[in-house]
Nanobody
């Protein structure tokens, strides 16, 4: 099993940037596919980005491509989400997720096994 703790959220003005971090504890972090999702008030979970075990492959939602960058540092048991050019519609709780098994890119909630508590990102106009 793995435990995930997100951090790095906050309040920023439109056009600002943040770097979110997700620190994992537990076994075999290197063999977990990782992803970021977000949930705005009253909305369903939305896929943001995914990365495979080695970090060599990534996938992004259309809304995040070109503005967001996912990366991982297995030596630090950490996955990052760099978020740039933030807009009010990016306001949400951002969740880190870990998936067991195959080294694949995963964009659906049910494909993940463990979740962090989330970190709040608020973007003002």
């Amino acid at each position: 099993q793995v435990q995930l703790v997100e951090s790095g959220g906050g309040l920023v003005q439109a056009g600002g940037s943040l770097r979110l971090s997700c620190v994992a504890s537990g076994r075999t972090f290197r063999r977990y596919a990782m992803g970021w999702f977000r949930q705005a008030p009253g909305k369903e979970h939305e896929f943001v980005a995914a990365i495979n075990w080695s970090g060599g492959n990534t996938a992004y939602a259309d809304s995040s491509k070109g503005r967001f960058t996912i990366s991982r540092d297995n030596a630090k048991n950490t996955v990052y989400l760099q978020v740039n050019s933030l807009q009010p519609e990016d306001t949400a709780v951002y969740y880190c997720a870990a998936g067991r098994g195959r080294d694949t890119l995963r964009a659906r909630r049910y494909e993940y096994d463990y979740w962090g508590q989330g970190t709040q990102v608020t973007v003002s106009s």
